[in-house]
């Protein structure tokens, strides 16, 4: 039967099924959409990387002997939406059949279900054999449960993917070593040089604009620095594994000035558009570590499967069994716009300046940059969870709803009020400080909360309490913090309080 497969941005999976065996009868379609480039403003690098990524994966497919048909987004055949496109291609080539992989994005698993219904041929659709679990795992596996604990189900998927297991028991007799992986960077290990390519991808930079597609950032499009090929992405997972993950664990949470990715893998970008799968990767991690246990401990490998089977997968889950209601979620009615410096990186706080710049720079900030900085200050100040979402889909390279939602909505913002975290990720300046060398250089006075250039963290922080107290006072992980805050004098109170609302009032100029 003749039969046309949908090839999506992010299904780039080299080592798929599909691709076993060449049949004569299939033709892949592979389509650069201005529909998903526009639904959110992107990073620069962010449509390049995909763009050139499956500009790879087309040639990877011919010379393979598959038929192809790759349409671009400036050629005269692309039609403006997904559906007139299959439409259009389906009644010129008389294609009697359509299959599809399972999207990642509930929008587009929607939109082609769609499709599927409304062609008069057959139409059947496919895992994307990338994930460890399928979409209702995570569903199946609390139901009936209050709380969706991350750490209930890493445990399970250690046990069921016997992943640094001896028996029942987890290597090392420990299931989190997170206490060992809370190091600030002081200088005294050497940090490699960010493993980097040097693609000159100007050709589809000048498409782009062409195309008229709007976009964000910027971009060295002579040296683009990403791996966009499967080729590439097993030398940058290498290059971690022989040079990273010694001290990944050690370093995870550390954040520095002159140093923007420190012992972070880079792979989140190469493993959402799947051209390598996170079973490989956490494999060769495993090889490397069991190869060199002398120089990398249990705690730094641990680290680095808690990521990746950990959280990637719980992540997966929640969004899988949580949407689309979850795209909606607003725990603390959040309602204020973002400042127009998130988009410049034109403040004087010099870790959201550093957090955004670096953002701009190589569309990447690492975890605790995107939860303890610019995540940190959108929840402290009020931000609407929509505005901190859209900034976060578009501004990051690895950004796919899947993954952004769940870690923006839910991990950083709390708009889910509690179902990715126990309580929210907040903090004043003193974990900043403790962590970087952020508050060394900066306009504002790390230590004080009323001041006249007192840190905005630091009331903001108070303020956020005392607002949302009727929420949170109940919460065990949190009680403690009411405790401290009603000791404070209503002076004091009232003095911080004000200074809170005063920059927010101002927060286009902080
Ligand atoms: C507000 C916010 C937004 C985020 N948005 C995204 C996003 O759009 N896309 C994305 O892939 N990650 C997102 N994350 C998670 C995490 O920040 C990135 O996966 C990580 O920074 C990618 O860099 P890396 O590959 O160097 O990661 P490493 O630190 O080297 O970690 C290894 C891998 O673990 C996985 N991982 C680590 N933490 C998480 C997590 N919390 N959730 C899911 N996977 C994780 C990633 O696949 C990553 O490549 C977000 C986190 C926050 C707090
Ligand atoms: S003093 Fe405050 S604003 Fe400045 S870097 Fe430290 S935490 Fe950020």
Redesign the pocket.
Known sequence: MKTLRLILGDQLIYKHSWFKQKNNHVTYFIIELKQESEYVTHHIQKIIGFFASMFNFVNYLKKNGHKVIYIKINDSENKATLADNLKYQIEKNQFQKFEYLLPDEYRLDEQLKKISNSLNIQSEVFDTEHFFTSRNELNDFFKNKKTYLLENFYRHLRKKFNVLMQGDEPIGNQWNFDSSNRNAYKGKDIIPEPFSFNHDYTSILNEIKKSGIKFIGEVNEKNFIWPTSRKQSIQLMHYFNQHLLPLFGKY?DAMHTDYW?LF?????FA??IKMISPKEVIESAIIEWQKRKDEIGIEQIEG?VR??LG??EY?RGIYWAKMPEYATLNYFQNKLKLPKWFWTGETKMNCMKHAINQSLEYAYA??IQ??MVT?NFALLSGIDPDEVDKW?LGI?I???EW??IT??RG??QFADGGIVGSKPYVSSANYIDKMSNYCKNCYYDKSTKTNENACPFNSLYWLFYETHREKLSRNPRIGMMYKVLDKFTSADKEAIFNKAINYINSIENL
């Open positions: 995870q990715s972070h893998s880079r792979l989140s493993m959402n680095y990521q990746i959280w990637r992540m690492h975890h995107r939860l995540g976060y990051y690895d950004a796919i993954v952004e870690n923006t991990m950083s």
